[in-house]
């Protein structure tokens, strides 16, 4: 795991850009813990790199019983909109649907026949997954390898993601190694790039729950959707569970306390001790009504900029339309190779 300051000093290092490659799947509309793990660190980074931001609508099937066709598209178009709305600049990276760029799922499948099953077995998040569905498909069991195709086929060399994450970029890189042992060495091994603070934002609801998209659908003040308004904000922050003392130090609040001290921490920019100095002694409910202005006045540009995106006519389809011709004509060489050194 390579933490975002250290990434960004290997980038003035040496004189060739690196590569950096993500994605959220369009399963729901994005939250505060989607916009603080992943997307507002692509935004911070996006001139040290070259960028690639895919909205993972392949990963989004293998969970089919949650899709309808008319639903994936739209979502799929909220959150390629909401990239831009963060703060994404089309003209500095490339934004692209997954389904857009065959080669993802061509070279899916190659890298299925070199993960074996029991690298499969371990993945928490299959396994939690699994857990929760009567019928299990099997791409939700091979869900990593794919996601491996999407970062090498690139040649990525960071992914930012939170947390939740690590794991699934720690497989890949094992991929890697299997594929570049057994048929030759293309894939440079790719690092994770997590922040320090804020990789894994909680629900407000659960502070031992990680925030995420499908709670978020079933339990209201869970989690803070990007395109929630000022009042729906306001009851999911004066809801949130705190405890009932006063403790507002990060090393010693207790866990929902500090989880809305770390989305203040984030959002601010400020250093934990100003933090500590300005909420010490007063009380939970003054942190609440700071963490809720800030909130506000951090979404509300967000929010207007989706507007005007979603207004302009004909915009976002030439947008992932060009996103996918770049992407495909990086993507197609890399397969080249990999045809190649398999034979096939
Ligand atoms: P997902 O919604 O699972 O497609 O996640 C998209 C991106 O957001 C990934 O990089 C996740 O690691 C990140 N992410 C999702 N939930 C959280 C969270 N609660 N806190 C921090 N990052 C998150
Ligand atoms: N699995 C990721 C998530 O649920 C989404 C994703 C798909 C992704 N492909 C990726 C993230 C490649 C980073 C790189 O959050």
Redesign the pocket.
């Known amino acids: 795991m390579t933490t975002i300051e250290a990434a960004a000093q290997s980038t003035t290092q040496n004189n060739r850009k690196k590569t950096v490659l993500?994605g959220?799947?369009p399963?729901g509309i994005l939250h505060i813990?989607?916009y603080?793990?992943?997307l507002s660190v692509w935004v911070a980074n996006q001139h040290l790199y070259n960028n690639l931001f895919m909205i993972?609508n392949l990963h989004a099937l293998t969970i089919p019983e949650a899709v309808k066709a008319n639903e994936l598209r739209e979502n799929a178009r909220r959150v390629a909109a909401l990239y831009i709305a963060a703060g994404l600049d089309p003209k500095e990276v490339v934004i692209f649907l997954q389904s857009d760029v065959p080669a993802h799922a061509y070279l899916a499948w190659i890298l299925t026949c070199c993960t074996p099953m029991g690298w499969l077995e371990r993945m928490t998040q299959f396994k939690t997954k699994a857990s929760q569905s009567e019928t299990v498909g099997t791409g939700l069991f091979t869900y990593p390898a794919l996601q491996a195709a999407d970062i090498l086929i690139y040649k990525a060399d960071y992914v930012p993601?939170?947390?939740?994450?690590n794991q699934h970029v720690e497989i890949t890189r094992d991929i890697a190694q299997r594929f570049n042992s057994l048929f030759g060495e293309v894939f440079p091994l790719p690092g994770t790039l997590n922040r320090s603070s804020?990789?894994?934002?909680m629900g407000l609801d659960d502070p031992t729950a990680?925030?995420?998209?499908s709670i978020a659908e079933t339990r209201k003040s869970h989690a803070i959707s990007l395109l929630d308004t000022p009042s729906t904000i306001k009851k999911a922050i004066m809801s949130a569970v705190t405890d009932a003392g006063s403790e507002t130090r990060f090393e010693h609040a207790s866990p929902g306390v500090k989880n809305l001290l770390t989305i203040y921490e984030v959002m601010s920019g400020e250093e934990r001790s100003a933090i500590e100095e300005k909420f010490v002694g007063k009380g939970y409910g003054f942190l609440k009504r700071e963490l809720l202005d800030l909130v506000v006045r951090t979404l509300e540009p967000i929010q207007t900029r989706y507007k005007e995106i979603r207004e302009r006519e004909g915009y976002l389809d030439e947008l992932l339309a060009q996103g996918a011709a770049r992407a495909s004509a990086i993507a197609d060489k890399t397969l080249e190779e990999v045809r190649r050194l398999t034979g096939v």
């Open positions: 993500s959220i799947q399963t813990g989607n603080i793990g992943a993972a993601v939170g947390d939740d994450q804020g990789a894994r934002v990680k925030m995420s998209k």
